[in-house]
């Protein structure tokens, strides 16, 4: 039996250096690698942190510790005790000799995957032992990466006095009508999984100002791509007193800060990961939706003012656009009714798009902040005012002027870590085909 607290007391690998030397310490982890020499037995242990060599001096250990080290199978879990020394391992400073090993829990073999990463699988094997495969460092790195950019962007948020919210996920009214939507039974009501915080967070500018939510969200879409899926993350914000170019220039700096701050705070992960990130030139280059079309017919791309633009569309654009990139003023018809509309051309919307490559981040706007011309758009595009009340009403008591965007945070971390597939920057991800682990 360990004692819990000694385990409290253990030092993470990546702690270790010269100045231990000499000194007892405790290491908890999982045994990647046993390897018997006669007298000798080194292991290699890995936490979250990094790894360490440990050895094994027959006679200068109990015969049951070493022959435990000896007979522990690869990957479990173990306490170890010992002292620090110099080691002669290339690329290693210091390894523990160690004087006792406890196991904690025994990996059971065959395992359904190598978490070295040494033996290849399946991206679906993969997922299928996730909390495994999370050993590997190649994976781990991602999710360090991950959270640098989560970290960032709070912090850039709370710089521009933004105040984090959190909305309900289980709503009475589609944000965008009923398309996409899970549904499910609310005590016998008919209720769904939201796909945005849109209605609520322009509600909430009407006295918290500028506000941010980073929290999941649902669409029930039945694409299945390696950008799409059912459930993911999304970065909003909404901002009083605010237009489109505003929160823009939010947007943009939010994906430049957390470059930097992944760029400092990432290096061993990106080295692992072989990711070459640079910090962007801003200004962000912008387009107008009419340029685009423009530059797309000139490509030979049959295709219309009013036609939305499909992957087909944006691999093209891609072509000359090879950094972040924005696609502004868009075709009223292709933007949802809460966005604004341009004063002097009613068939243009004071919208954007941010862009990277082909693959689109965030999506946002200035909103409608009159209840009148709402109330119309509701209508324009097919919906009904009154299963809006609940929202319309709060337009009733001083709504300011509001805009605000939704960035993807699954997809902006496939640019961070250079991963093509969004299942690979996401713990558990949730398609069409797949709702375990």
């Known amino acids: 039996m360990v004692d819990d607290e000694n385990i409290k007391k253990r030092v993470f690998a990546s702690e270790l250096n010269e100045s231990f030397i000499g000194k007892k310490v405790r290491v908890a982890g999982w045994v990647e690698d046993v390897r018997p020499l006669g007298s000798l037995i080194f292991l290699t242990v890995r936490d979250v942190s990094g790894i360490i060599q440990v050895v094994f001096i027959k006679g200068n250990t109990p015969q049951d510790t070493f022959l435990t080290a000896k007979l522990v199978a690869r990957q479990s879990a173990v306490v170890i005790h010992g002292a620090v020394k110099e080691s002669k391992a290339k690329g290693a400073k210091v390894e523990i000799q160690a004087d006792d090993i406890q196991v904690l829990s025994k990996a059971q073999h065959p395992l359904p995957i190598d978490p070295t990463g040494r033996v290849s699988s399946s991206l679906d094997l993969r997922l299928d032992a996730r909390a495994l495969e999370l050993r590997n460092p190649y994976t781990s790195a991602i999710f360090k990466i991950r959270h640098t950019a989560l970290q960032s962007i709070r912090k850039t948020m709370l710089d521009n006095k933004f105040i984090e919210v959190n909305t309900p996920k289980i709503i009475g009214q589609a944000a965008e009508g009923g398309a996409n939507l899970f549904s499910l039974d609310y005590f016998g009501k008919k209720a769904f999984l939201a796909q945005s915080p849109q209605l609520y967070k322009e509600q909430l500018t009407l006295s918290l100002d500028r506000v941010f939510e980073i929290s999941t969200y649902f669409r029930a879409e039945k694409s299945h791509t390696r950008r799409h899926l059912n459930e993911f993350v999304s970065v909003d914000i909404e901002a009083a007193f605010s237009y489109k170019e505003d929160v823009m220039n939010i947007l943009e700096e939010t994906v430049v800060k957390t470059i930097k701050d992944v760029l400092k705070d990432c290096e061993n992960e990106l080295r692992i990961l072989n990711r070459n990130l640079k910090v962007p030139k801003t200004p962000f280059d912008r387009m107008t939706y009419s340029q685009a079309i423009e530059e797309l017919k000139a490509s030979g791309l049959k295709i219309e003012f009013g036609d939305d633009l499909d992957t087909r569309a944006l691999k093209r654009l891609s072509k ?25 051309n009613e068939e243009i919307s004071e919208s954007f798009d941010l862009m990277h490559d082909y693959l689109e981040l965030a999506s946002g706007g200035t909103r409608v902040s009159d209840r009148e011309k709402l109330e119309k758009r509701l209508l324009d595009v097919g919906l009904d005012p009154k299963d809006f009340s609940e929202h319309l009403k709060v337009f009733t008591w001083g709504m300011p002027v509001h805009a605000g965007w939704g960035l993807g945070l699954d997809r902006f971390v496939m640019f961070l870590t250079g991963m093509k597939n969004i299942r690979e920057v996401v713990l558990y991800p949730r398609d069409r085909f797949r709702l375990i682990p």
């Open 320 to 344: 000359r656009h090879r950094d972040f990139y924005f696609i502004v003023d868009w075709p009223t018809s292709l933007k949802p009714f809460y966005i604004e509309i341009k004063k002097d």
